[in-house]
């Protein structure tokens, strides 16, 4: 088999750039480890800035989107037991953001890609990279135990942060940055009506909590806790009665549809490209959720990388594809400091003395009462501008 672009990887990455490929007449071929069933019911992250939208959009993919996306105006930060509401769009001059499942968009992009008849192979095992130094890249698995070859002019290495395309590059060639933090966030997925229309972000002295949906009829919650935390000493009762403790307000409760403990982590390799592999989205970086930004930095290397291979393929060199790293990670890293921000002042640090504690208190009563704080933090929370 060949083609031009082997993505390895069907997650939002993966998906969105097929499809932008497809519609430029360049050929690419996903392969995907797991199931359709499973990648389609992975719950994860849930909003997408407006550039995301836009760039989804322009993809033909967001059809769906714009009929069960919710779109959200502002947020509340809740401290000290008081809500203060962050009116996005009035401080960025009308930008919004919006609710919807990333496995909806998976599932959206399947749907599409399939109907078009277009290659997308699901349950590969044992994918290997080689030549990846070379123009004539190529990629290997098996299917159903059957060996399979694929030749490539560019491999895309959107597998995720425990794909094998990071690894496959020489531990020399890439310098790693990782922060791990000293909590995780345990999440549920409830049938029961939002809090609020908006996000709530709380700091309480128990700890962190985020109070989130995926419609007007499913919450989806979140609760700071320990990394190794046992799921199992989480009855629903007690999942309840913390999160009204720190979300304060009234908090309609309902059968938990999932649960499940998502680890902490900053994590970046420099530079996002060997030879004739590009990784893109997880797979390069990673970001602790509370900024929402994982799915969101995901779809802009896929905008970069889409331009890079559209020039290249075009016979106009290799210029855009030599800058894509740089590129990329020129936003990667702001979006990498506002996350660590956000994750530093909303969550419960136990080795935090009376000092550190004061000095948050007083930063999130800045904020709050401050246009020009607030400003920083509704521009990057919509989204930061492409580059290009
Ligand atoms: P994915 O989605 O992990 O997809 C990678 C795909 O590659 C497959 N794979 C392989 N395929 C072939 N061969 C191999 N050897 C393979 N190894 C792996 C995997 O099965 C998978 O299908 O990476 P991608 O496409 O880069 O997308 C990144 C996003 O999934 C991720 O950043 C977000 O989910 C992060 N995130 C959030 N991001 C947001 O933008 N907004 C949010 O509100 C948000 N909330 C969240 C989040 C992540 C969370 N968790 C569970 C980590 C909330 C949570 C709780
Ligand atoms: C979500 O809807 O799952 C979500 C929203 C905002 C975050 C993290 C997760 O910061």
């Excluded at 993505?7 to 097929?18: K, N, S, T, V």
């Excluded at 698995?141 to 094998?164: K, M, N, P, R």
């Amino acid at each position: 088999m060949r083609t031009q672009v082997g993505i390895i990887g069907a997650g939002p990455a993966g998906l969105l750039l097929a499809q932008m490929l497809h519609q430029r007449g360049i050929d690419s071929v996903v392969i995907e480890a797991r199931s359709r069933a499973h990648v389609e019911s992975r719950i994860r992250a849930g909003l997408l800035e407006q550039g995301s939208v836009r760039t989804m959009t322009e993809a033909g993919v967001a059809d769906r989107l714009h009929r069960e996306g919710l779109v959200h105006r502002g947020l509340e930060l809740r401290f000290g037991g008081q809500g203060h509401r962050v009116d996005l769009a009035d401080l960025t001059g009308g930008k919004v953001v919006t609710i919807y499942g990333q496995q909806e968009a998976v599932k959206d992009m399947i749907a599409l890609r399939l109907a078009a008849g277009l290659p997308l192979h699901f349950e590969v095992a044992d994918v290997a990279i080689h030549d990846m130094a070379t123009a004539r890249p190529r990629i290997t698995w098996t299917q159903d135990g059957v060996a399979q070859s694929l030749d490539c002019e560019v491999i895309a290495g959107c597998d995720g942060f425990h794909g094998i395309c990071r690894p496959a590059i020489p531990a020399a060639d890439l310098r790693i940055f990782d922060r791990i933090y000293p909590f995780a966030w345990l999440g549920i997925l409830a049938q029961s009506r939002p809090m609020s229309e908006e996000l709530i972000y709380a700091r309480h002295t128990h700890g962190f909590a985020l109070a989130t949906m995926r419609s007007t009829s499913i919450s989806r919650l979140y609760l700071q806790c320990a990394p190794d935390e046992d799921l199992s000493l989480w009855s629903d009762d007690r999942i309840w009665s913390e999160l009204r403790a720190r979300l304060g307000g009234a908090l309609e409760e309902g059968p938990i549809l999932q649960k499940g403990v998502t680890a902490m982590r900053s994590f970046v390799a420099e530079p996002m490209r060997h030879g004739r592999l590009f990784l893109a989205g997880d797979a390069a970086h990673i970001v602790p959720p509370t900024g929402a930004k994982g799915m969101n930095l995901a779809i802009a290397d896929v905008r970069v990388l889409v331009r890079a291979l559209e020039h290249f393929f075009a016979g106009r060199g290799e210029a855009l594809m030599d800058r894509y790293s740089a590129t990329c990670l020129d936003r990667v890293w702001k979006v990498q400091r506002f996350s660590w921000w956000m994750t530093q002042l909303l969550h419960r640090y136990d080795d935090h003395d009376d000092f550190e504690e004061r000095v948050r208190l007083a930063e999130l009563d800045y904020l709050a009462g401050s246009t020009a704080a607030l400003t920083t933090l509704a521009e990057n929370y919509v989204g930061l501008p492409y580059a290009d």
